[in-house]
């Protein structure tokens, strides 16, 4: 996996552009309605749904595992606290008011999903926001490729993907509050895959508080 995105940014650059995903958008809209100041992305890239966040004022964090992506953003967007590595072996700090994860909780086997979900919740502060997107059932390459688990498919090599429905994403969320699910639409135009929409499942909660 490691050696696929550093491929994809070393020969693409900055695949979709500048502009921010439809989600990440979305996702600022309620960090803002929340107060949130900081924002954590695992799998940040080259900053691009970074930007949505930061032009209202947040403090953004990220990890991201390409060296090529790292070096872009960097040198871009200086302002944002990154480090290289896997999502799955470094340390990702906090506690962070949020967290905003862009289509990469789907790139896992079922028991690294579970670990790195993990991860997230111990980096967030207690009462803290998670807004996830992941690919849908309702994706174009649904059941393409080989299935390496249930509901995981292989449609490009080297880049294993599970498809979730809402009941599966919204239960590995156990003992959070479920604030917003559903499907949303995201537009992209890149390569030589050209303009299509992506039809992604997303999910918005709020991690417990301890109790005192």
Not at 66 to 81: D, K, T
Not at 108 to 136: E, H, M, P, W, Y
Not at 172 to 196: Q, Y
Request: glycine content about 12%; aromatic content about 12%.
């Amino acid at each position: 996996m490691d050696s696929y995105w550093e491929g994809r940014y070393r020969e693409e650059g900055k695949i979709w552009g500048d502009t921010p995903s439809v989600t990440a958008r979305y996702a600022c809209q309620h960090f803002l309605s929340k107060g949130v100041e900081s924002v954590f992305i695992p799998g940040i890239g080259y900053g691009r749904n970074a930007r949505a966040f930061l032009a209202k004022g947040m403090a953004v964090s990220g990890i991201e595992v390409s060296g090529e992506a790292v070096n872009i953003l960097r040198h871009e967007l200086p302002e944002v606290n990154c480090s290289q590595g896997s999502v799955l072996d470094q340390p990702f700090g906090g506690p962070y008011d949020a967290i905003y994860c862009f289509n990469v909780l789907h790139l896992f086997r079922a028991g690294d999903r579970q670990a790195f979900l993990q991860k997230c919740s111990d980096s967030l502060a207690d009462g803290g926001l998670a807004f996830f997107t992941v690919f849908s059932e309702k994706e174009p390459s649904f059941g393409k490729g080989a299935e390496v688990e249930p509901g995981t498919f292989e449609s490009k090599p080297g880049r294993p993907v599970h498809y979730y429905t809402d009941e599966d994403l919204r239960s590995r969320f156990g003992g959070w509050t479920v604030l917003e699910s559903g499907l949303m639409e995201d537009p992209e135009d890149h390569g030589a895959e050209g303009p299509h929409v992506h039809v992604l499942q997303y999910i918005l909660a709020q991690k417990p508080c301890k109790s005192i």
